[in-house]
């Protein structure tokens, strides 16, 4: 992996709200005086006691290794814009200036419960999807996506196997962006669009409520959703990715005909970079127009949901309340040891949460 200086800047990206909120987090967690402001000393001390924050925030590892001061002082200065030797929120906020990417995928305020909803409601999907369909998730997945076109060689197969490294970083998906992002570049080379992409997440979404059965919620609705949108994000990152790459052949091929003075030549590239750019201009507004009926029906639906709801009893909310509260205190306690294990025995990851392809929640049968 890449690791770049981050380069001066006059003044500070504008954040909204929720980027904001993962700033904070990682700034807290460096502010280890809370003091309002992050030292050097702060800087390296948080990126020695935790080894991602270095690909976090862009920081090449070799900078945070003891002994290596000068060479943090370089980045650290940087984007220490009033030369204060203190970074403030602002300044902080510069290290992903150029890498909004990476802060895309950093969990939100609220990730955390997410997680523990996706966690408590695997046993549930795992038990009934069996009981409604010889093939699970799998075979209810294949049922929804019958009738979409046009398919994609292999699409399906890469969602049932990247779905389950999707659930186990929900919390670390920065941890798999590089290698779904591939799988996205492969599957756009057999013609894949962001398009393909938005139909068949819905299609898994819609797998796994069939496969939970009753009790699904607004709130499993929003959580799968995340997780399955994460994923799918990551695959139209390698879209854009062979989009780019295409578009640049095909100016390359442009700028050689010119060199060589070939008219015929120079005609024909520049008509095919211009189908190019027609086609993908073409694929953004059908994805607008699918993701606006899409937002459209999932907007009805999260209301039907919340109807249903409204009607239960206080005491059954009550109930509901409890026994969510008491799994997830037991998801927590998992995924800590599970990230206390990981960290104590510095081994190949372990995959704690499911795949789909193999039917297997790391030793027990989803399907």
Same mark, same amino acid.
């Given at each position: 992996?890449e690791?770049?200086?981050?380069?001066?800047?006059?003044?500070?990206?504008?954040w909204?709200d929720k980027?904001k909120?993962?700033i904070?987090?990682?700034?807290?967690?460096?502010?280890?005086?809370?003091?309002?402001?992050?030292?050097?000393?702060?800087?390296?001390?948080?990126?020695a006691?935790?080894?991602?924050?270095?690909?976090?925030?862009?920081?090449?590892p070799?900078a945070?290794?003891p002994?290596?001061?000068?060479?943090?002082?370089?980045?650290?200065?940087?984007?220490?814009?009033?030369?204060?030797?203190?970074?403030?929120?602002?300044?902080?906020?510069?290290?992903f200036?150029?890498?909004v990417?990476?802060l895309?995928?950093?969990?939100?305020?609220?990730?955390?419960?997410?997680?523990?909803?996706?966690?408590?409601?695997?046993?549930?999907i795992?038990?009934?999807?069996n009981?409604?369909?010889?093939?699970?998730?799998p075979?209810?997945f294949?049922d929804?996506?019958?009738?979409?076109?046009?398919?994609?060689?292999?699409?399906?197969?890469?969602?049932?196997?990247?779905?389950?490294?999707a659930?186990d970083?929900?919390?670390?998906?920065?941890?798999?962006?590089?290698?779904?992002?591939?799988?996205?570049?492969?599957l756009?080379?057999?013609?894949?669009?962001?398009?393909?992409f938005?139909?068949?997440?819905?299609?898994?979404?819609?797998?796994?409520?069939?496969?939970?059965?009753?009790?699904?919620?607004?709130?499993?609705?929003?959580?799968?959703?995340?997780?399955?949108?994460?994923?799918?994000?990551?695959?139209?990152l390698g879209?854009?990715?062979?989009?780019?790459?295409?578009?640049?052949?095909?100016?390359?091929a442009?700028?050689e005909?010119?060199?060589?003075?070939?008219?015929d030549?120079?005609?024909?590239?520049e008509?095919?970079?211009? &189908? =190019?750019q /027609?086609?993908? @201009?073409a694929?953004?507004?059908? $994805? +607008?127009?699918?993701? %606006?009926k899409?937002?459209?029906? #999932?907007?009805?639906?999260?209301?039907?949901?919340a109807?249903a &709801? =409204?009607? /239960?009893?206080? @005491?059954?909310?009550?109930?509901e $309340? +409890?026994?969510?509260? %008491?799994?997830?205190?037991?998801? #927590?306690?998992?995924?800590?040891?599970?990230?206390?294990r990981?960290?104590?025995?510095?081994?190949?990851e372990?995959?704690?949460c499911?795949?789909?392809?193999?039917?297997m929640?790391?030793?027990?049968?989803l399907?």
């Amino acid at each position: 992996m890449e690791f770049d200086m981050v380069a001066p800047a006059a003044r500070a990206p504008e954040w909204n709200d929720k980027d904001k909120a993962k700033i904070r987090k990682l700034f807290d967690q460096c502010d280890a005086d809370k003091g309002g402001t992050v030292s050097l000393d702060e800087l390296g001390r948080a990126l020695a006691s935790d080894k991602d924050l270095c690909r976090i925030l862009g920081i090449d590892p070799v900078a945070a290794m003891p002994g290596n001061k000068a060479k943090l002082r370089e980045v650290f200065e940087a984007v220490d814009i009033d030369g204060s030797d203190e970074l403030d929120f602002d300044e902080f906020g510069l290290f992903f200036q150029s890498r909004v990417e990476i802060l895309r995928y950093l969990p939100g305020t609220d990730d955390e419960d997410k997680f523990c909803i996706i966690q408590e409601s695997i046993q549930g999907i795992r038990e009934h999807a069996n009981e409604i369909h010889p093939m699970a998730i799998p075979g209810l997945f294949n049922d929804k996506i019958a009738d979409i076109k046009p398919t994609v060689d292999g699409l399906a197969d890469a969602i049932l196997d990247d779905i389950g490294d999707a659930v186990d970083r929900f919390l670390e998906p920065n941890k798999i962006i590089k290698a779904k992002r591939q799988n996205g570049y492969v599957l756009a080379t057999r013609g894949a669009t962001k398009a393909n992409f938005d139909a068949y997440g819905d299609a898994m979404l819609a797998a796994f409520e069939l496969g939970h059965g009753s009790g699904w919620t607004v709130a499993h609705q929003e959580a799968w959703g995340k997780c399955i949108g994460n994923l799918m994000d990551m695959y139209r990152l390698g879209v854009e990715d062979f989009q780019k790459e295409e578009r640049d052949k095909k100016q390359a091929a442009i700028e050689e005909a010119k060199a060589a003075a070939d008219k015929d030549a120079i005609k024909t590239a520049e008509k095919e970079a211009a &189908e =190019a750019q /027609k086609a993908v @201009e073409a694929a953004e507004k059908k $994805r +607008q127009e699918e993701d %606006a009926k899409r937002n459209k029906e #999932r907007e009805e639906k999260a209301k039907k949901l919340a109807s249903a &709801e =409204a009607k /239960k009893s206080d @005491e059954e909310l009550m109930e509901e $309340r +409890q026994a969510k509260e %008491a799994r997830m205190q037991m998801v #927590r306690a998992n995924q800590s040891a599970r990230m206390k294990r990981e960290a104590e025995a510095l081994k190949d990851e372990q995959p704690f949460c499911i795949c789909l392809k193999k039917g297997m929640v790391k030793g027990t049968p989803l399907y």
